[in-house]
């Protein structure tokens, strides 16, 4: 059994502008890194005298929250998991959200032009995460820093579609807890918010 805590990154400038970052590498920002270190914070806390390994998305905004979490936490990140980076959202990267509704529709049924299929974002999450917990000694925790949209293909997944509803969002810096245990999923908490 592994506990498998997924942290979404920390704000960048275009979260903070409400635009489309998708595999575009924006790096954090000042609000994003202190976020960072509250959420560190929270985690070394929860988990004191336990051992914890750390991945993350090899994207900037992801491999720069991890770093703080993993300091935090007395460790440093294990591997950058190109697997664990955010969905590619191919014509609609850098687009603000009033844009992207008035083109594309409504977020969760959108079809975009060049946009990596949801089934492959959650195929290769799942994947990069079943690497990570495979390279975790047993006993041994994971905390995984990656991306909104990767980690609500993750929650879907864990819950059968019931998480996230439609409207809900995973705020930065938010933490989801999975119970693994073989090929079973159980959610122990939700960072899900209504938008």
């Known amino acids: 059994m592994t506990i498998l805590t997924l942290v979404r990154h920390g704000e960048t400038d275009w979260n903070a502008g409400g635009r489309v970052q998708g595999s575009t590498d924006i790096p954090l920002n000042d609000t994003g890194r202190l976020q960072a270190r509250g959420v560190a914070e929270t985690l070394a806390a929860e988990n004191a005298g336990r051992e914890v390994i750390v991945v993350s998305s090899d994207l900037s905004r992801a491999a720069e929250t991890a770093d703080i979490v993993a300091a935090a936490l007395g460790t440093t990140v294990r591997r950058r ?115």
Do not use: K
Request: net charge negative; aromatic share 8%; hydrophobic share 45%.
């Open 81 to 195: 998991l190109p697997g664990l980076r955010e969905r590619s959202y191919g014509d609609a990267e850098g687009m603000d959200a009033q844009t992207f509704a008035e083109t594309y529709g409504p977020w969760h049924a959108a079809e975009v032009p060049g946009a990596e299929a949801w089934p492959a974002v959650r195929e290769r999450a799942l994947a990069a995460i079943a690497d990570a917990v495979a390279e975790a000694p047993d006993g041994v925790d994971v905390i995984a820093v990656a991306h909104g949209a990767l980690i609500r293909e993750v929650i879907m997944h864990a819950t059968d579609g019931e998480f996230p509803r439609v409207g809900e969002r995973l705020p930065n810096c938010s933490a989801t807890v999975f119970r693994l245990d073989g090929e079973g999923w159980e959610m122990l908490a939700y960072a899900g918010v209504a938008n």
